[in-house]
């Protein structure tokens, strides 16, 4: 027969082993859930990224995307919190010479020349859900462009970053795990409370929990597979037929990655012979009719004013405005066309209307500019200055005495004329997306 003691010893001995079973399901739970908690954790917190160093090396970049990947960084360091867009549709830009300013960047370079850091710029555009980023930069005659979407998200390094779907999934799976591991937690701290006040009477249900944990960590977990459509590019078509363009039209060429560049331009400069209109002007005396007065006069005589002068004569000077091209009247006689380079002068009798530009002595161009044609008209009855109207007479008449100024007026000739001059052409092919 058994002894008391025997049997003490006995009870003693089972609950030293449910003991050691219950702790050793313990450290095997606490094994499983520990990579949890070591798993990838997206810092905020900013890694020097006040300024980007640049090496003397990188200084001299050769390639329009490594400088355009350079102006891209600078700018997502630039665009702090304070500085972002505040409402959609909103706009803010920094050019390169910003960037240089706030020693975030240097000057760039592409073949060794230096980019321009007026015209090379970033422009940071707010969406409804992030940002539009457009990188521009010009460098000699070349220029190139990047477009992304960047936003305030859980993994940026500084303020924004460039989108990334790859670790918004890790992000999404790692806040998945963290509720996990919660739930579990709280399991293991419920376990431990039920199996210290039941451990001698339920030796059956820690066996089927130790089963459960062991079936648990067996379990994969599965990540979701998110199957995108896979955008292409296609080949470049031909290249279009030249058309004439400004010379301040600017090339662009695309990277051959690049799903924002669509279309690519080219520029040819070429030295052509072409016509261009060019004027030259001359001036030429006429008389400005002034006024006129109603009154008594000597009979026998017509009279004129001129720069305030009174004249007498015998003929009808006032003829001469009215006077058809190239017409003879009883006062006036056409005597022809004369060319000369100065302005012919009023004076005796003689009469002068202009008729146009003499380029019977230019070349292709005239550099001391043409001669000039005009009408010549000569009046047949002199002309005597007198005092009055009434001056050396008896027998008087009412008569219009007319008053005239000498006035000068500027004519202008155009002449086409054939210059040396840049003209350029420009030439386009495009390329599609495709699925």
């Not at 470049?236 to 990655?257: G, L, M, V």
């Not at 012919?344 to 530009?357: D, H, L, V």
């Amino acid at each position: 027969m058994y002894t008391e003691d025997y049997i003490h010893n006995g009870i003693f001995a089972r609950r030293l082993i449910l003991k050691v079973i219950l702790i050793l399901s313990i450290v095997i739970l606490i094994i499983w859930l520990l990579p949890k908690f070591i798993s990838y954790k997206p810092s905020n917190k900013s890694k020097n990224t006040t300024s980007i160093k640049v090496s003397e090396k990188n200084v001299s970049a050769n390639s329009m995307k490594e400088s355009l990947q350079k102006l891209k960084d600078a700018a997502i360091i630039y665009y702090k919190k304070e500085k972002l867009p505040k409402k959609e549709g909103d706009i803010e830009l920094v050019t390169l010479k910003q960037l240089i300013k706030d020693k975030i960047l240097t000057e760039l370079y592409v073949n060794n020349k230096k980019c321009d850091i007026n015209k090379s710029y970033a422009k940071l555009t707010k969406l409804k859900d992030d940002y539009l980023l457009k990188v521009f930069i010009t460098c000699e005659s070349k220029t190139d462009y990047l477009l992304i979407h960047v936003g305030e998200y859980d993994y940026c390094a500084s303020t924004i970053c460039e989108k990334d779907s790859i670790k918004e999934e890790l992000i999404k799976d790692n806040k998945k795990d963290d509720k996990e591991t919660l739930f579990a937690d709280n399991s293991k701290n419920n376990i431990v409370e039920e199996n210290n006040t039941i451990i001698e009477e339920k030796e059956e249900n820690h066996i089927k929990k130790d089963e459960s944990i062991e079936k648990d960590k067996d379990k994969e977990i599965q990540v979701p597979v998110i199957n995108k459509p896979t955008i292409k590019l296609s080949k470049f078509s031909s290249w279009s037929s030249e058309i004439k363009t400004s010379c301040n039209t600017q090339e662009i060429t695309c990277d051959i990655n690049d799903k924002n560049c669509l279309k690519e331009v080219k520029v040819t400069k070429r030295i052509e012979e072409t016509t261009i209109p060019k004027n030259y002007t001359t001036n030429s005396l006429v008389l400005k009719f002034t006024g006129n007065i109603y009154t008594s006069v000597c009979k026998n005589y017509n009279y004129v004013t001129i720069q305030g002068s009174t004249y007498r004569t015998l003929g009808n000077y006032d003829e001469i405005l009215t006077l058809p091209p190239k017409t003879s009247t009883n006062s006036w006689s056409y005597k022809g066309i004369i060319s000369t380079s100065v302005t012919p002068s009023f004076g005796g009798n003689k009469f002068y209307k202009f008729i146009g530009a003499d380029y019977s002595n230019c070349s292709h161009t005239c550099s001391n500019g043409p001669k000039y044609y005009y009408d010549l008209y000569e009046y047949n009855y002199g002309l005597a200055k007198v005092s009055s109207v009434t001056e050396g007479c008896n027998i008087y008449n009412s008569k219009n005495v007319n008053s005239y100024n000498i006035a000068k007026q500027v004519q202008t000739v155009t002449r086409n004329e054939k210059v040396n001059k840049e003209v350029c052409y420009m030439t386009t092919r495009t390329r599609k997306l495709i699925n």
